[in-house]
């Protein structure tokens, strides 16, 4: 089984980061938690949680109480 096959067995949608990802038609526009938003109002569950979320999720909200109270 050849790195790309082995990928998409692993890992969602064949990566380890939504930057990576072979789909360039979906535009999210926010995240909340595990969930990202297109711009056609559509949720998703981020599997891939890329770019930083994957510890806290997107928006954890004491990090955005500690970025307004900066």
Same mark, same amino acid.
């Given at each position: 089984? =050849?790195? %790309?096959? #082995? !990928?998409?067995? %692993?890992?969602? $949608?064949?990566? =380890? *980061? =939504?930057?990576? +990802?072979?789909? =360039?038609? %979906? %535009?999210?526009? #926010?995240?909340? $938690?595990? /969930? &990202?938003?297109?711009?056609? $109002?559509?949720? /998703?569950?981020? /599997?891939? +949680? $890329? #770019?930083?979320? !994957?510890? +806290?999720?997107? *928006?954890?909200?004491?990090? +955005?109480?500690? &970025?307004?109270? !900066?």
């Amino acid at each position: 089984m =050849n790195e %790309v096959a #082995r !990928a998409h067995r %692993v890992l969602a $949608g064949g990566v =380890n *980061s =939504n930057a990576r +990802l072979p789909c =360039n038609d %979906v %535009v999210l526009t #926010r995240g909340d $938690g595990p /969930y &990202v938003w297109d711009t056609g $109002g559509r949720r /998703y569950t981020d /599997y891939l +949680l $890329g #770019r930083g979320p !994957a510890f +806290l999720g997107h *928006s954890p909200p004491r990090v +955005l109480a500690a &970025v307004r109270a !900066a």
